[in-house]
């Protein structure tokens, strides 16, 4: 049995929200479709239309492999990966893209194999409609898109929050670190878990080859990631080589990698300080569920926050900030950095968002306060529950 075949595949429509011209989106649709010809045994009009999308799209290596078992498959030869298998040989790297030619030509195969049963997974398991993801409490009107990936299904999708709500517009194909996911220290080969935000573009003039037509920054680690000791640096968002239309499920050295026309999308689209959330598996809620997880009514602990400062109310504001920032040079400097945007009798917010991050070493949430009549300012603030009481453990202004 064909290796690309032991992939068991329902014939779906794909999903509407892919942007459709996109050459990643239509090459990807065309070879979902092909998978479900092979599963209803339609193999004649399989080979021919896989022939066809390998010589419009001769770097899709994935498809490629698909090609090359099907073509052995009726010649009578060993597919490709077990061919290798047995063999325990190196063939050629030629079909290899630059990017990934440290990775053993096995390994490379299996990935390709791998990438096959993600794209086709991810034409089977759409999201909800209406549905949103857990992580996501309560987003302010100056967020206006939302990146989560789910690592597990080698999938990005991209929400538009919009007056009725979020949105899925888009969803990618994507590569994620070459050791999986759960970065910890620096060169681990790891894409981190966590709530993250955008940070800057980079174009891809100013970059080598290998980040192909651009970068999306993220600000990992964050302020939890150093709490918890978690070391290294550069994790963003990009492109592949010119080479290459995809790179195997896990192959980078930590950053989340899109074809070259989905991160030019991206770089179209999002505004810096888009939040991105990376999960190993997204759970997706209704967006009242949401509103029913706050018991504990965190969103008065917020307003309890600013009146404090306002009021100048030094021992209410240390009840809320944990110990190491109650230090009175720590919160000198922090009452300094608010009172730049106005006096603190007027300080109000006018628009906030809230994150959830929940972990084996605990519970986070990540705020994000616009000061109101200061479009460009944001109180950033990470808050941590101790004992049964939400306390603020780091907080940042900014600009």
């Not at 050791?179 to 970059?207: A, C, H, M």
């Amino acid at each position: 049995m064909l290796l690309s075949l032991a992939v068991f595949t329902s014939c779906l429509a794909w999903s509407s929200f892919s942007h459709a011209d996109s050459e990643q989106a239509r090459a990807e649709k065309r070879l979902v479709e092909i998978l479900a010809q092979i599963e209803r045994r339609e193999i004649n009009e399989a080979f021919r239309a896989v022939t066809e999308l390998t010589e419009e799209v001769p770097n899709f290596r994935a498809a490629q492999l698909l090609y090359a078992d099907m073509l052995r498959l009726r010649t009578g030869g060993t597919p490709m990966g077990e061919q290798l298998a047995q063999a325990q040989a190196a063939p050629s790297k030629r079909n290899m893209g630059v990017a990934d030619q440290d990775i053993a030509p096995p390994e490379f195969y299996k990935g390709l194999q791998n990438e096959l049963q993600r794209r086709r997974q991810a034409a089977i398991d759409l999201p909800p409609p209406g549905m949103v993801p857990s992580n996501l409490m309560h987003l302010g009107s100056s967020v206006r898109h939302v990146i989560a990936i789910d690592t597990s299904k080698s999938r990005l999708y991209v929400f538009s929050n919009r007056p009725k709500g979020l949105e899925v517009v888009s969803n990618f194909y994507v590569t994620v670190g070459r050791n999986g996911v759960n970065k910890r220290v620096e060169g681990d080969q790891r894409t981190p878990l966590g709530v993250y935000f955008v940070g800057r573009q980079i174009p891809s003039e100013k970059l080598p080859e290998l980040y192909g037509k651009g970068a999306l920054t993220v600000n990992y680690p964050n302020d939890w990631d150093r709490a918890l000791g978690r070391t290294g640096s550069g994790i963003w968002l990009h492109g592949v080589p010119s080479d290459q239309f995809a790179r195997v499920p896990q192959a980078s050295d930590g950053c989340v990698v899109l074809s070259n026309p989905d991160i030019a999308f991206l770089m179209a689209s999002i505004d810096r300080r888009t939040p991105v959330l990376i999960t190993e598996k997204l759970h997706w809620v209704t967006p009242q569920w949401t509103m029913k997880q706050q018991p504990d009514n965190f969103k008065k602990e917020i307003d309890r926050w600013q009146a404090a400062w306002r009021q100048g109310d030094t021992h209410s504001l240390n009840t809320l900030y944990s110990a190491e920032l109650t230090a009175a040079d720590a919160l000198e400097k922090r009452r300094g950095r608010l009172a730049s945007v106005g006096p603190l009798s007027k300080l109000s917010v006018e628009d906030m968002s809230v994150y959830n991050w929940q972990e084996d070493a605990g519970e986070i949430r990540i705020v994000n306060l616009h000061v109101a009549k200061n479009a460009t300012t944001t109180v950033r603030q990470y808050w941590r529950k101790q004992g049964g009481q939400w306390k603020i453990f780091a907080e940042d202004l900014l600009s």
